[in-house]
């Protein structure tokens, strides 16, 4: 079994994962900002780790990942201000990166979204617009990184129940681009488990007909 770390692990998403993960027999340590968070972490089965990721170097970091086998980034500023959109979405993250490679981190999973990259088509004047050139910032140090690496690249999320089925590839226009944090989670635990065909790919997906577990193995 593998020991992973989730930052950003009282997320939506995270929560999930955690869960899903810790039922499997991984051993997890989600990252967190708040103490009073814990109990909702350890209720997943994860054990919590208070650490605001945004203030920690490189070396910190590195300690923090030091013996783990994976790092998920499940992490966001959430929509804030577009100062801390970079300094969260962008730096933060690729500081995770550069510091798992030094802490001898294999695996390293994002979490980004559908479309993501430098081709994002979004203005400058669009509020997205800092959102979207982090992620294809970050996105673009990870696959240059030394990890193996997988990008996840959902469509708009939604907090329906997870259906346990998706449909891989960028939607078009008109397309169902909805997915739920669930099938998110679902896809980022089997990955993380039954990945081996995952490494070096940027999987775009949203909810579908296709069970989660025959998607992610058909990319092997």
């Given amino acids: 079994m593998s020991e992973i770390t989730i930052i950003g692990g009282h997320g939506k998403v995270a929560l999930q994962l955690n869960r ?12 967190i900002r708040k103490q009073e968070q814990s109990r ?3 209720d997943t089965g994860a054990t919590p780790v208070v650490a605001d990721v945004q203030d920690m170097d490189v070396a ?3 300690e923090l990942f030091r013996g783990q086998d994976t790092v998920v980034w499940s992490a966001g500023a ?11 979405d962008r730096d933060a993250a690729i500081r995770s990166m550069d510091a798992a490679e030094a802490a001898g981190v294999r695996r390293y999973v994002m979490v980004s979204y559908m479309g993501a990259g430098q081709d994002h088509g979004v203005p400058e004047d669009n509020d ?8 294809a910032d970050a996105d673009d140090h990870l696959r240059e990184s030394s990890l193996d690496w997988t990008i996840l690249g959902p469509g708009v999320l939604t907090d329906e129940d997870p259906s346990g089925s998706i449909t891989l590839g960028r939607a078009g226009e008109d397309d169902n681009r909805n997915t739920s944090r669930g099938n998110v989670a ?20 949203a909810d579908g007909d296709t069970p989660v577990a025959d998607a992610v193995d058909s990319l092997a």
Avoid: C, M, N, W
């Fill in 20 to 31: 899903l993960l810790s039922e499997q027999g991984e051993t997890v340590r989600a990252v």
């Fill in 40 to 42: 909702d972490i350890e």
């Fill in 60 to 62: 910190a970091l590195t």
């Fill in 78 to 88: 959430g929509g804030g201000s577009p100062e801390r959109t970079y300094a969260v």
């Fill in 128 to 135: 997205f617009y800092a959102y979207a050139q982090s992620k």
């Fill in 186 to 205: 679902l896809v980022a635990a089997r990955v993380l488990t039954h990945g081996q065909g995952t490494s070096g790919k940027f999987i775009e997906f």
